[in-house]
T-cell receptor, first 115, second 112 residues
Framework: KAGVTQTPRYLIKTRGQQVTLSCSPI?????VSWYQQTPGQGLQFLFE???????NKGNFPGRFSGRQFSNSRSEMNVSTLELGDSALYLC??????????????FGQGTRLTVV | KQEVTQIPAALSVPEGENLVLNCSFT??????LQWFRQDPGKGLTSLLL?????REQTSGRLNASLDKSSGRSTLYIAASQPGDSATYLC???????????FGKGTMLLVSP
């Protein structure tokens, strides 16, 4: 059974550019959540999509957006990149959602570096 | 607002020792608690999921316990090995908010 797949694994972007990250959840899982991890702030919730609908959004500026497709694959987009957006972006897949009683599985993450 | 605390923040032990990692949470109304392992620069690997109705869950050399009433969970690692070196995180779901709240983690180093 394939795990959660995130692409690309590494990205280097320049300030002001935009970036798109992709996440393919475990087959059959309808929920995809995105988290940002930095050394200072730890893991912070970005947003969750369930059956193509955004169910919840964390406290991040509007430059961070996402979507989910009918096959449950999800993308997140960051526009007008800032140096502070440099982080490890993690995607979590679960059947019922990461706020439910079902187990969450994470991908290997995308390391974004903004220069 | 749920808060999760992990103690200690870092732990260094010689190979072969048994050790305990601690996790506490402020809101006991949880569905479950999940323990993860994270290697440097990598994603999170799910180790154990304990449902609120369970007291313990075991996988190999790992044993996790949950005491909802006191807001505590422990992860017991038996006969530690250098390959166990990683950061261990615990997380609880926030009912109705589609999120997991994580602790800051315990960074474990097991020396040969």
């Amino acid at each position: 059974k394939a795990g959660v797949t995130q692409t690309p694994r590494y990205l280097i972007k320049t300030r002001g550019q935009q970036v798109t990250l992709s996440c393919s959840p475990i087959s059959g899982h309808r929920s995809v959540s995105w988290y940002q991890q930095t050394p200072g702030q730890g893991l912070q919730f970005l947003f969750e999509y369930f059956s193509e609908t955004q169910r919840n959004k964390g406290n991040f500026p509007g430059r961070f957006s996402g979507r989910q497709f009918s096959n449950s694959r999800s993308e997140m987009n960051v526009s007008t990149l800032e140096l502070g957006d440099s982080a490890l972006y993690l995607c979590a897949s679960s059947w019922g959602g990461t706020g439910s009683d079902t187990e969450a599985f994470f991908g290997q993450g995308t390391r974004l570096t903004v220069v | 607002k749920q808060e999760v605390t992990q103690i200690p923040a870092a732990l260094s032990v010689p190979e072969g020792e048994n050790l305990v990692l601690n996790c506490s949470f402020t809101d006991s109304a949880i569905y479950n608690l999940q323990w993860f392992r994270q290697d440097p620069g990598k994603g999170l690997t799910s180790l154990l999921l304990i449902q609120s109705s369970q007291r313990e869950q075991t996988s190999g050399r790992l044993n996790a316990s949950l005491d909802k009433s006191s807001g505590r969970s422990t992860l017991y690692i038996a006969a530690s090995q250098p390959g166990d070196s990683a950061t261990y995180l615990c997380a609880v779901p926030n009912s109705g908010y589609s999120t997991l709240t994580f602790g800051k983690g315990t960074m474990l180093l097991v020396s040969p």
